[in-house]
């Protein structure tokens, strides 16, 4: 049964996007895991910046689901990642913001 849970936090081929991504992220070890508590919690306790990159992956992987789901089509794990980065890139011009002089964040020309 997909959950939101599932879907964002528990999948396999989820876990392979996240621990792709630059952003470094440890979810809970624990037997039922909840992705909205996990999420409030990290936003409440992380940076604009990381925040910003969870969002990007976040609609990634929304983007990735609906593909298979409605379209049937699969994106592999690389090019949900790619997508993330580009939409950051995007953002980071759209906004006239830089990441600053953190480096976790990496920009990946299209």
Known sequence: METITHTFMTCPNIHRTWCGSSVTIKFPDQPNPN????????????DE???????AI?????FSRNLSIFENKTLPEEEIILRVEHSLQEYFVATKTAPGQDESITRVTP
Do not use: E, N, R, T
């Not at 992705?35 to 992380?46: A, E, G, P």
């Open 35 to 46: 992705f909205v508590d996990w999420l409030f919690d990290f936003i409440l306790h992380k």
């Open 49 to 55: 910046q990381i925040i910003i990159q969870i969002a």
């Open 58 to 62: 976040i609609y990634s992987i929304w």
